[in-house]
Nanobody, 122 residues
Framework: EVQLVESGGGLVQAGGSLRLSCAAS????????IGWFRQAPGKEREEVSC????????NYSDGVKGRFTVSSDNAPNTVYLQMNSLKPEDTAVYYC???????????????WGKGTLVTVSS
């Protein structure tokens, strides 16, 4: 059974940093796509980043480019979202989602975590 569990959310002041983790079990990083998404109160869910083994490349949304960085550690099958220079508008529940297909960033991500809340105070 595939499980994705996010952690690392919390309260941070504007300009600060947080690192979110997404621990994947029942999932390998041999052929994969992993995305980070967020949903702010009253808003639709939006994609923050998506990484796939197709080109070993991560795409970032314009709103986080240059501030957020995705990395991974295959040993414990964990993906990280390093968030720097946080802004109040980054406040949201952050989700990781995954697929066992390298095309998942385009075809859709099947497995979802339950999310972790990030609150950025001004």
């Amino acid at each position: 059974e595939v499980q994705l569990v996010e952690s690392g959310g919390g309260l941070v002041q504007a300009g600060g940093s947080l690192r979110l983790s997404c621990a994947a079990s029942g999932f390998t990083f041999d052929d994969y796509a992993i995305g980070w998404f967020r949903q702010a109160p009253g808003k639709e869910r939006e994609e923050v980043s998506c990484t796939s083994s197709l080109y070993n490349h991560t795409n970032y949304s314009d709103g986080v480019k240059g501030r957020f960085t995705v990395s991974s550690d295959n040993a414990p099958n964990t993906v990280y979202l390093q968030m720097n220079s946080l802004k109040p508008e980054d406040t949201a529940v952050y989700y990781c989602a995954g697929s066992g297909s390298r095309y998942g960033c385009y075809a859709g991500l099947r497995y979802w975590g339950k999310g972790t809340l990030v609150t950025v105070s001004s």
